[in-house]
């Protein structure tokens, strides 16, 4: 237990001490900055220039100073007496959003052979207001800048906040530079002899022209499309196009150089406007070219709301202070970069045509802005590539975006050329069944009408009472049965038959009756006829049998007997009973020439018939003993 006791007690001892060592040197390190602070306060660095100076830095010899007074614009003269501050940094001179004034300090010394001039420019155009204070051996000058003032009003004519400094050979001049603005206050600024600031200028607006050139390309090529092809995107591309560039116009100085010259509250409102009116644009356009509503109705829903909740802020930048405005704008932006890249990563996974090639253009406007951001914090190099990332990034987008259009624009047509297809594949087939359904009524109605040529034919062929063949379909039938008997050399032989006793039923008892009767003796006559006899009706009550392949004379009078018997028999009709008879004539056709020759040899033995007491039959000329039908002999003479 001692020995615990004692080995607890060292270690103690030993933590302690080396706790006391870690307090020295953190406050030997602390004194250490302090002292290298004051030093670098009491030095003052000095920049010292040779006339060969090119976009040199000036972040290591500026100091600054901070104050929250109205420093009117023509007071007269820099806080000589003030404290100002060393830059150990260059995201120092990015203040952001701010109302305080800032005084810039810097010392400059000629060491070149002859008296020269140098250009210091600050990068960021979009600055209201910065004047320079120049304190030397000739007592103090004073040149302004910035988009608040009007055109005339500025020291150089240049885009963004440009100063001229004269030196002679070892002369040492202090500079003071006072700025204020209404947006974010970054005082990145850099030095360059006159001759090589004029040939990197020439190369910045180069570069300036290209982007604004081809923005402006851009931006005709698709209004064109839209007026040819009357498609909404195009128009919304267009009107994000433009307020993106008159945006880029204001935060690049142009705009304030050569758009609006005048200065003023415009100079100041310009930037948080067009920005305004570039976060609708892309609102509109992202709604209309993902087609949200259709592919992601919620993503939709949230884009309505970030449109209404833009609108009534690009309207309060006319009349709300322009700082205020800056700082909701440059929130509102980034949450609609997120909104806008959210939405279209979710139509992106549901196959929208052109989503990715969207997504990819949010990226690039994403990714210039962050870069841009970066080197003004001072975590990026400063060079041509982050000073210009959000130009850069702004171009590719739309240039990616103008390709997506034409993507989806591609993708739209060969959809609608597959539905168009598909829709003439189907009328094509609705025309072919069309034309089946058409074929078919047709083939029916063919045979429909055939049908009914064939029952008009049967019907002028039929006797409309009794339904028997009538004179015609008789004498058709009977020259086919003539010429078939000729050539084959059969007897034909041609029952004719009056009916007897028929005249009284219709008077007694009224025509339909006597119709009536006229059909049960076709019925009577059908039954007693051989089936390959064709009975017919001549008119009236005059009725014939045409008898083909007949065997004998004999076997036309049992036929002929058959009727009479038949036709003996009473009929009822309407509960009276009616009794009739009939005369009848038959002819052969022996010596005749013609079927009317038949006919007439018929009708003048049915005459005959009448003549011998009526009920009976009476026959034409008949075969005479040894007589053939190759010979016929000569017609009797009754």
């Not at 100063?163 to 530079?177: D, I, K, S």
């Not at 982007?211 to 209004?223: D, E, H, V």
Request: neutral net charge.
């Amino acid at each position: 237990m001692p020995q615990d006791s004692s080995r607890h007690r060292v270690q103690a001892t030993r933590r302690a001490a080396r706790g006391t060592v870690a307090a020295r040197v953190l406050l030997l390190a602390l004194l250490t900055l302090f002292a290298l602070a004051v030093r670098a306060e009491e030095a003052r660095p000095l920049l010292r220039l040779d006339g060969h100076e090119r976009a040199l830095d000036l972040y290591p010899y500026l100091a600054l100073y901070r104050t929250t007074d109205d420093v009117r614009p023509g007071d007269p003269a820099p806080p000589l007496q003030a404290h100002f501050q060393p830059l150990l940094r260059r995201s120092e001179l990015n203040l952001g959003y701010t109302a305080d004034r800032v005084w810039l300090r810097l010392e400059l010394q000629s060491q070149a052979a002859q008296p020269a001039e140098w250009r210091i420019a600050f990068s960021y155009p979009a600055l209201d207001r910065i004047e320079l204070f120049s304190l030397g051996a000739d007592g103090l000058q004073r040149q302004s800048a910035g988009d608040s003032l009007p055109r005339t009003q500025r020291s150089l004519d240049h885009r963004a906040p440009l100063f001229a400094v004269h030196l002679a050979p070892g002369e040492r001049r202090t500079l003071y530079f006072l700025a204020h603005s209404s947006g974010s206050l970054s005082l990145d600024a850099r030095l360059w002899t006159a001759a090589a600031f004029l040939h990197d200028n020439q190369n910045a607006s180069l570069l300036l022209a290209l982007y604004f050139g081809t923005l402006l390309g851009l931006a005709g090529y698709n209004l064109l499309l839209f007026l040819a092809l009357r498609e909404r995107s195009f128009l919304l591309y267009v009107l994000f196009a433009a307020s993106g560039g008159l945006a880029m116009l204001a935060l690049t100085g142009l705009g304030a150089q050569y758009l609006w010259p005048q200065g003023g509250a415009w100079g100041t409102r310009a930037l948080p406007c067009f920005l305004g009116l570039a976060n609708l644009g892309a609102i509109l356009f992202s709604r209309s070219f993902l087609d949200s509503a259709r592919h992601v109705p919620r993503w939709h829903r949230l884009l309505n709301i970030a449109l209404a909740v833009q609108l009534p802020i690009t309207l309060a930048t006319l009349l709300l202070a322009a700082p205020l405005m800056l700082q909701v704008l440059a929130h509102a932006s980034l949450a609609n970069i997120v909104l806008l890249l959210g939405c279209g990563l979710a139509c992106a996974r549901r196959q929208v045509p052109a989503a990715r090639v969207f997504v990819a253009a949010g990226l690039m406007l994403l990714g210039g802005s962050l870069l841009l951001a970066l080197r003004n914090f001072g975590v990026a190099a400063s060079n041509a590539f982050t000073v210009n990332a959000l130009l850069l990034g702004s171009a590719l987008e739309l240039l990616l975006l103008s390709f997506g259009l034409a993507q989806r624009l591609s993708v739209l047509r060969q959809r609608q050329a597959a539905v168009t297809l598909d829709a003439q594949q189907q009328d094509l087939r609705a025309l072919q069944e069309q034309e089946r359904i058409l074929e078919q009524r047709v083939a029916e109605r063919t045979e429909a009408l055939a049908a009914a040529n064939e029952r008009l034919r049967e019907l002028a062929l039929q006797d409309p009472l009794t339904g028997l063949a009538n004179r015609t379909a008789m004498r058709q039938h009977l020259e086919q049965a003539w010429q078939r008997a000729r050539r084959r050399r059969e007897m034909l032989a041609l029952i004719l038959l009056d009916l007897d006793g028929f005249k009284p039923v219709n008077d007694c008892h009224g025509h339909e009756t006597g119709d009536r009767l006229l059909v049960q003796v076709a019925h009577r006559l059908q039954a007693s006829a051989r089936s390959s006899d064709l009975v017919a009706r001549l008119g009236g009550d005059e009725f014939v049998l045409v008898c083909e392949g007949i065997g004998s004379e004999l076997q036309a009078e049992q036929l002929a007997g058959r009727i009479l018997e038949e036709l003996a028999r009473p009929f009822r009709l309407d509960g009276v009973e009616i009794r009739i008879g009939a005369s009848i004539g038959i002819s052969f056709g022996l010596g005749c020439q013609c079927c009317e020759d038949l006919l007439r040899e018929a009708d003048q033995a049915m005459y005959r018939a009448k003549a011998a007491g009526r009920n009976c039959m009476h026959l034409g000329r008949r075969l005479a003993e040894g007589e053939t039908l190759d010979e016929p002999a000569a017609p009797d003479e009754l």
